[in-house]
């Protein structure tokens, strides 16, 4: 069984690439095409990143669960990045997916909606997924 990695969508953005069958969002408010790959994360680095990157949106989101083997095996590679920042940030390395995401279920193996409580994103639980280290 594959681990897993994942991204954070904007709720309605995730919801309409529904119609086009793959996503394409990078990260908010940025397209795969103007970064160059759609930003992922491993579960110990989920907390930072709704923190740090989306702690000012008050638009509902969601986590979305990505197969790596699946993603790879549609041939989407996954190029995993030194993260930049301060050494205090969980997990040196970070999955970057180098194209759109098909919306294939045996690829995307969940989608966990989220909200935010007294003005934090809750990290949900992870525990029914794989989840491993960053690789390095």
Same mark, same amino acid.
């Given at each position: 069984?594959?681990?897993?990695?994942?991204?954070?969508?904007?709720? #309605?953005?995730?919801?309409?690439?529904?119609?086009?069958?793959?996503?394409?969002?990078?990260?908010?408010?940025?397209?795969?095409?103007?970064?160059?790959?759609?930003?992922?994360?491993?579960?110990?680095?989920?907390?930072?990143?709704?923190?740090? %990157?989306?702690? #000012?949106?008050?638009? @509902?989101?969601? %986590?979305? %669960?990505?197969?790596? #083997?699946?993603?790879?095996?549609?041939?989407?590679?996954?190029?995993?990045?030194?993260?930049?920042?301060?050494?205090?940030?969980?997990?040196?390395?970070? @999955?970057?997916?180098?194209?759109?995401?098909?919306?294939?279920?045996?690829?995307?193996?969940?989608?966990?909606?989220?909200?935010?409580?007294?003005?934090?994103? @809750?990290?949900?639980?992870?525990?029914?997924?794989? %989840?491993?280290?960053?690789?390095?």
């Amino acid at each position: 069984m594959s681990e897993h990695i994942f991204h954070i969508a904007l709720a #309605d953005d995730w919801e309409g690439a529904a119609r086009f069958g793959e996503y394409e969002a990078s990260t908010r408010a940025h397209t795969l095409d103007q970064i160059g790959f759609i930003h992922a994360a491993t579960a110990e680095q989920l907390e930072h990143v709704l923190a740090t %990157v989306y702690g #000012d949106v008050n638009l @509902p989101l969601a %986590v979305i %669960v990505i197969d790596q #083997d699946a993603l790879r095996d549609a041939g989407v590679d996954i190029r995993w990045d030194e993260m930049a920042g301060p050494s205090s940030a969980p997990g040196r390395w970070v @999955p970057r997916i180098m194209g759109a995401v098909p919306l294939d279920p045996d690829i995307v193996v969940a989608t966990i909606p989220l909200e935010k409580h007294g003005g934090e994103w @809750p990290v949900p639980d992870l525990s029914g997924y794989r %989840v491993g280290e960053a690789a390095s």
